[in-house]
């Protein structure tokens, strides 16, 4: 495609900018002045003659200070820093109830189609009021064109499409928040976690089989400025801490095999301290030594448990994704659960509400905290099923038919448009047993089956999911640790080679039991709006019938030299 030799004129001049004689002590406020100043003015003067003004106009700037540190093999391989700022506009035109909104999968066409060259995401990393302004001019200018333009055209095809009484309104009305964070202190000891870092890695070089792994030590800190024609003026801060250690190696038959171990904390003193990371770190060569030693297991269909961090994964995947609000009236949807509100969806010993303002569960930092969503709605606590009946769904402010308001779910990563996301997704149950009678169950379930054997799935690498209505409904996991339970003596034996496949509704609803202790699982989910971060908390479940799939199998040979480290070693001495 020819891009034109000049991006075209801006609807408005430039003007001058005024500011207050005396800026405030705090940058960010200035910041959020600067921004509030653009904001109102494009809010009453931005109009194409003839046509509508925008009714809602949102803006938000996300400052990022971000730490990485990784190594290979005792050595240094990345030692990063790296500072930026992201902005984001949303522009309305039209009303509440009908506006210049498209589906999530339509918004990258629209906006793209005729874009500015200057109307770029980036925002100034010094504090200039004068150079945000003029960013947010050019971004504010271009989303009101593709937004004008959009509405135009939903405008022409509604004519078409039968008029429905039960159409939710494009866009919720929720009250103004207003709330200023205090500085969050965003310490980084370099030197120690270069230490760490080379340290930890260089324990794996004593074990050739291992031919590949990866000590990461990463820390950022996000502040974020909102600010809306609605009257909403928030700024807030988060930090994430992470560590995470990975290898890699082959089974025998050429099956890649990965373990890792990975740890967040918003804190830098939260993470673990070296004797705790020197302790996981030699777990994981162990299992993945174990593991090129176990048997690989054919596909098999019969009843598994899943430890917790396990069965998180499955809820996740299975009904956490089903029950994001925009998945409901979306016609490429599968809409699994549209229509069912009001009625048994899961087992009725089964809960599940998903509460972003929990920082802290039993003594655990949980990664879906937060107290403000990406539209500037607090973020609240809500019973999605309750005693296996259907109760709402994770909302952002795309209402849903008969749910009309956000709950504080629109979430994404840097500035793509939010939709409803999961956060801290909490699975509670009323039928809870010992592991040990839980194990009993499973021996008994697979004897009833006539199974030789039952599975229990004690470590998940994570999962993914179809919601769409074009493929099938279905969702896979890929356990790591998979014991295979001899019905006759209870004796576990890991094996290998299998990945878990199965419907969502069908998985769920053969729950029989669950373990009394609930799991933490920590990581990041992605979707259509991006990477964002979530915990899934849930306790270990008895499946009556789980269905494992072999792995993609691998041919390609292990290094067929030793390594380096290894073959310089000294000789162990007899």
């Known amino acids: 495609m020819r891009l034109p030799c000049l991006p075209a004129l801006p609807l408005l001049a430039a003007s001058a900018f005024l500011f207050a004689a005396t800026p405030p002590a705090d940058p960010r406020e200035t910041l959020m002045e600067a921004m509030v100043a653009e904001l109102t003015r494009n809010q009453q003067q931005l109009q194409l003659k003839g046509h509508e003004s925008p009714y809602f106009v949102s803006y938000q700037l996300k400052d990022y200070d971000q730490y990485a540190i990784s190594a290979r093999y005792g050595a240094l391989f990345q030692d990063a820093t790296g500072h930026e700022r992201r902005l984001s506009a949303d522009v309305r035109v039209g009303t509440y109830d009908f506006d210049s909104s498209v589906p999530e999968a339509m918004d990258f066409l629209v906006s793209t189609k005729g874009t500015s060259f200057f109307a770029r995401p980036d925002g100034p990393i010094d504090d200039s009021p004068v150079a945000l302004r003029t960013a947010l001019w050019l971004l504010t200018d271009e989303k009101y064109k593709s937004a004008l333009a959009q509405f135009l055209k939903k405008k022409g095809e509604d004519v078409y499409t039968v008029e429905d009484p039960k159409r939710p309104p494009s866009f919720s009305r929720e009250k103004p928040n207003t709330y200023v964070q205090p500085p969050v202190a965003f310490p980084f000891d370099r030197e120690k976690w270069r230490k760490v870092a080379r340290t930890l890695s260089a324990r794996f070089n004593a074990h050739p089989e291992l031919f590949d792994s990866d000590v990461r030590i990463t820390a950022d800190k996000v502040m974020r400025i909102f600010v809306s024609s609605e009257g909403s003026r928030i700024i807030t801060e988060e930090t994430l801490y992470g560590l995470h250690i990975t290898a890699v190696t082959r089974a025998d038959d050429g099956q890649l095999l990965d373990d890792s171990r990975d740890f967040y904390s918003p804190t830098e003193a939260g993470l673990p301290d070296e004797a705790k990371l020197a302790e996981a770190a030699d777990k994981v060569i162990s299992e993945l030594l174990t593991l090129r030693k176990a048997p690989a297991i054919d596909p098999y269909t019969g009843p598994a448990i899943l430890a ?40 009725t010993f089964l809960s599940i509400h998903d509460d972003p303002s929990t920082r802290v569960l039993n003594g655990e930092m949980l990664n879906g905290y937060y107290q403000f969503d990406e539209e500037g709605v607090k973020g609240q606590r809500v019973v999605l099923v309750e005693k296996g009946v259907l109760r709402s769904y994770l909302l952002s402010r795309q209402p849903v038919e008969g749910f009309l308001q956000s709950n504080g779910h629109g979430r994404s990563q840097g500035t793509q448009r939010p939709v409803a996301r999961m956060a801290n997704l909490v699975v509670s149950s009323t039928k809870q047993v010992s592991d040990t009678e839980l194990k009993r169950q499973l021996i008994a379930e697979a004897k009833r089956q006539g199974k030789p054997y039952g599975l229990i799935i004690r470590d998940i690498t994570g999962g993914n999911t179809n919601t769409a209505s074009y493929g099938y409904q279905a969702f896979k996991g890929v356990p790591r640790m998979v014991y295979r339970v001899d019905v006759r003596d209870g004796k576990e034996t890991l094996v290998r080679g299998v990945e878990i496949v199965g419907t969502p509704l069908s998985a769920i609803n053969r729950v029989m039991a669950t373990g009394q202790k609930q799991g933490i699982f920590n990581g990041f989910c992605g979707a259509e709006s991006g990477m964002v971060p979530v915990s899934t908390v849930a306790p270990a479940v008895l499946l009556q019938e789980i269905e494992l799939q072999r792995t993609m199998e691998g041919k390609d040979r292990p290094p067929l030299l030793t390594s380096p480290a290894a073959a310089s070693a000294p000789a162990a001495k007899n």
Request: no cysteine; aromatic share 4%.
């Open 308 to 347: 917790p961090e396990a069965s998180g994964v499955l809820f996740h995947e299975a009904v956490g994704h089903r029950l994001e609000g925009h998945r409901q009236d979306d016609d490429r949807e599968g809409k699994t659960f549209r229509g069912q509100e009001g009625k048994q969806v899961l087992p």
